[in-house]
Structures are given as C-alpha cells and as structure tokens.
C-alpha cells in the first residue's frame, strides 16, 4: 500500500477543518481534487473514513484510527526529513514551536538569538495555552514548547525549569480587599472570579490550589487574554490571579495587585517528548534555553 505523505496531511486537515471547502482552501486545492483524493484513500484501505452530513466532514471510528496513525507517520517523516538535511550541523529545516500567548513575550531575546544563530530554521510557532501545548506534543504537532510548569503529562513528556514569577491578586481600585496587604483563598472566594480558558495550565492549577484550600472560586467569566482579564477587573467584574510580569505591564492608576499567601508561582519550562527523538532545531533550542543568559530575567 502506497500513501503519500501529502495525502496524509490532507486528511488531517479535513477533520480538523470538518469541511471540504475549507480544507481545500488551506490546501490551496480544489474541492474535487481533494474529494478525489480522500476516495481514493478509502477505496485503498477498503474502509468509510469520513461521515459527510450537511457539509460537515466527521470522522468514523476507522478514520479516528486512521488519524492518529498519521499524525505519527507524519511526525516521524518530519524528524526524518530534520535529521537528514541537518547531517553536517544544523543548517536548515523547519522548527515546530508551541507557544502560549501570555508567555510569548518573556522569550522574545530567546527566539530572537536562536535565528541570529540559525538563520536557516523556518520557526513554525502555533498559539496554544499551556495544557493545549502539552496535547499538541502528545499528537505530534509540535516538536517542542514552551509551557507552563508542572506539566500533566509527565509519563510522556519531559520539561526543564526556565523562570519563576508569583502570581498577584488584580484587584480594582477601591475594592475593599485593597485593605490588606496580602490575600488568601478564602479572601478571593467571597468575590466573582475571573479565570483562564479552561486549556490553560494555569486555570487547572489555580482550581487545583484554591479547592485544596477548601474554597470553590466563583467563576464569573473566562479567557484567554490577559488584557481583557484585566479589563474585566477594571470594570468591577470580578477579581483575577495574573503573573507579575503581565501586572507590570497593566497601568496602575486602576488597579491594584497584592500577592498571595501562602505565595504562588507561575513557573515556565520548555517541554518535549520523552519517547521521541528531537530534531536537530528543537534540541538547538532547548541547548540554548539552558544558557544562564536566557533563563535570567
């Protein structure tokens, strides 16, 4: 059976996609063309690999099956590729970086110094939060991330410490918690809170802390954006945990950030698979994210 690795990632972005002509177009393929292909993918492996109803594309359980299967050919054929064009040092290729949106910032002198370095590595970075860059690697999208430490799943991926930054209460000013000098769980549980999107390490860690405190925080809205977290604060529509590098870039005239105790931290690592072999790019990367000059503040 032959399948090429172009069918293979056609495939992916259809059911990622749940629509031809949208896969089509992030193909840059016509629809029939695509439709065509996707068939002759069936007739091959003699399997329905797609439910089509209404314009959505669903995948049958086969084509669950056949998925995953991809995903890891794909990624090996991508190391493969790395590994070989990279035989004499690392030249050239293409990097797969996960990155969450609220970190992104705080290793800009990182990534900026790793393209000085390797000019010739295309860096492919995709957004996720800190829990959806730890799925991204357990499917092989990525080949390593920035995330957000501890990680969950520490069976398949290892991580390695970069930075630590307490998290501060927001709180607008005014509110009658700005009395206190530093706050507790129990404080931050008479208030609506605002927290992550749940694909955020970090909202599964605050819910995690605050209810082995014995405190079920009453979440009034989520999201993923640290100015419109704090936006919603301005507004008196509710209290919110953000790390001290985003306070310090939120203006102060109508806020007001106190620590917690006992004192939280939000520690940030580079993460990767431990079963799979990195790429000569990722393990450039990870070399340099290891350098004292990339891990002090």
Not at 98 to 104: A, L
Not at 171 to 182: N, S, V
Not at 197 to 214: H, P, Q, V, W, Y
Request: net charge negative.
């Amino acid at each position: 059976m032959n399948i090429p690795i172009k069918t293979l990632r056609c495939f992916i972005t259809l059911v990622e996609t749940g629509n031809y002509t949208r896969a089509a177009e992030k193909l840059y393929l016509t629809q029939p063309t695509l439709s065509k292909m996707i068939q002759r993918l069936e007739e091959q492996l003699g399997q329905t690999l797609l439910i089509r109803n209404n314009q959505k594309v669903t995948p049958t359980q086969a084509g669950i099956l056949f998925e995953a299967s991809a995903r890891q050919m794909i990624g090996q054929w991508h190391r493969l590729e790395q590994e070989m064009t990279n035989l004499a040092g690392v030249k050239s290729g293409v990097l797969r970086l996960g990155v969450c949106p609220m970190m992104s910032s705080l290793f800009i002198g990182l990534l900026v110094e790793f393209r000085k370095r390797y000019p010739g590595i295309t860096l492919e970075m995709a957004e996720y939060g800190g829990f959806g860059c730890e799925q991204a690697l357990m499917e092989d999208k990525l080949d390593i991330a920035f995330a957000i430490l501890p990680i969950t799943f520490t069976d398949e991926l290892a991580s390695s410490t970069l930075r630590c930054y307490p998290l501060m209460a927001c709180l607008p000013k005014g509110h009658p918690l700005t009395a206190k000098q530093e706050l507790s769980w129990a404080d931050l549980g008479d208030y609506p809170f605002i927290l992550y999107n749940e694909d955020f390490s970090l909202s599964k860690i605050i819910t995690r802390l605050s209810r082995a405190a014995g405190v079920e925080l009453n979440i009034a809205f989520r999201s993923g954006q640290w100015d419109f977290l704090a936006a919603m604060v301005e507004a008196d529509m509710g209290l919110a945990l953000l790390p001290e590098p985003i306070c310090q870039r939120l203006d102060n005239s109508e806020l007001e950030f106190r620590p917690m105790s006992p004192g939280m931290n939000w520690d940030l690592g580079i993460a990767w698979r431990k079963n799979l072999p990195l790429t000569p790019a990722a393990n450039a990367l990870l070399e340099m994210s290891q350098q004292p000059d990339f891990n002090d503040d």
